[in-house]
T-cell receptor, first 111, second 116 residues
Framework: TQLLEQSPQFLSIQEGENLTVYCNSS?????LQWYRQEPGEGPVLLVT?????EVKKLKRLTFQFGDARKDSSLHITAAQTGDTGLYLC???????????FGGGTRLMVKP | KAGVTQTPRYLIKTRGQQVTLSCSPI?????VSWYQQTPGQGLQFLFE???????NKGNFPGRFSGRQFSNSRSEMNVSTLELGDSALYLC???????????????FGPGTRLTVT
């Protein structure tokens, strides 16, 4: 069992649809990050959330950190084909700890 | 500003051999972390170096080792390769070490290692 569980593992949608990806744990995290990784490349940091209940927006992407800092979600509005990729959440249990990554959500947006 | 570079990008080795992978961080970054990414286990932390010192280590056997040079470039070494070591090895650089709330990591493209 992974410390951070991401769901769904795979998601295939049509361009223009909305979607939400979840990252859940029974542990409390001091911070949580979301990355996107494209084939043949390393993950690219999208956002860092540190405060329980925090909501951050990045264009069509909305990130939320749960009040108890145990879970997070990523919502994409009006998905585009360029959003295709592997979305990874990663959390630090405390400020001095290494990042633990979730298993990832592989998103495919079809034209 | 140039990003994180990793060499080589692809590598094929046979069981029992050893391998050395290289990572050059973003200019000015002193923290380098290494990760292993496999389809089955996902992304797992190997170790972190900051100012030539290993500060954190993940749960990997002693066959996996690393070092960092005075110019912040880092190498990781895997000895006595096993089939299960086949993976994408990612390096990430940061201005700040683990434990700093302002830390953000920037990943390189990775080295794809295949062990046959």
């Amino acid at each position: 069992t992974q410390l951070l569980e991401q769901s769904p593992q795979f998601l295939s949608i049509q361009e223009g649809e909305n979607l939400t990806v979840y990252c859940n744990s029974s542990s409390v995290f001091s911070s949580l990050q979301w990355y996107r990784q494209e084939p043949g490349e390393g993950p690219v940091l999208l956002v860092t959330v540190v405060t329980g209940g925090e909501v951050k927006k990045l264009k069509r992407l909305t990130f939320q950190f749960g009040d108890a800092r145990k879970d997070s979600s990523l919502h994409i509005t009006a998905a585009q084909t360029g959003d295709t990729g592997l979305y990874l959440c990663a959390g630090a249990l405390n400020a001095g700890n290494m990042l633990t990554f979730g298993g990832g959500t592989r998103l495919m947006v079809k034209p | 500003k140039a990003g994180v570079t990793q060499t080589p990008r692809y590598l094929i080795k046979t069981r029992g051999q050893q391998v050395t992978l290289s990572c050059s961080p973003i200019s000015g970054h002193r923290s380098v972390s290494w990760y292993q990414q496999t389809p089955g286990q996902g992304l797992q932390f190997l170790f972190e170096y900051f100012s030539e010192t290993q500060r954190n280590k993940g749960n990997f056997p002693g066959r996996f080792s690393g070092r960092q040079f005075s110019n912040s470039r880092s190498e990781m070494n895997v000895s006595t390769l096993e089939l299960g070591d086949s993976a994408l090895y990612l390096c990430a650089s940061s201005l700040f070490p683990m434990g700093n709330s302002r830390r953000e990591q920037y990943f390189g493209p990775g080295t794809r290692l295949t062990v046959t």
